[in-house]
């Protein structure tokens, strides 16, 4: 959801743990791997469809002209909250386009701490790779 702020948040971190020594050598490896997710595709595209909605409710609150249902909007992040796998999107998994996570890993050519594993997932990555 908000690609930009974490992607600068990670550039901030790398450059913090460097001035720390905690990330010593000249290269980052950085791989990564699909996972297939528990949660079904119905569910991911409800998933999905209820963000859309309330994006929408959003916009339409910024522009103050439309009337906005504050029972459905709560419904609706209920609903959300509920979902038991929010991060799983849509990923080509093999040969089919399944809910999945893009699980990637970095490692420092001169690790001073042990490397940690993120999982992202969305459309996005299904594009990408």
Known sequence: MHREAVT????????????CGLIRGEWIAIDGTKFRAVASA????ERQSLEKYLDSMEKADEEQHATIDPAAVQAALDKLKQ???PEAGFM????????AYNVQTAVDTLPAVHPRSTTYGSSEAAEGN
């Open 42 to 45: 119905e569910s991911v595209r």
């Open 8 to 19: 600068a948040a990670g550039a901030e971190l790398v450059q913090l743990a460097r001035s």
């Open 92 to 99: 080509k998994v093999a040969g089919t386009i399944a809910p």
């Open 83 to 85: 979902h038991p796998e």
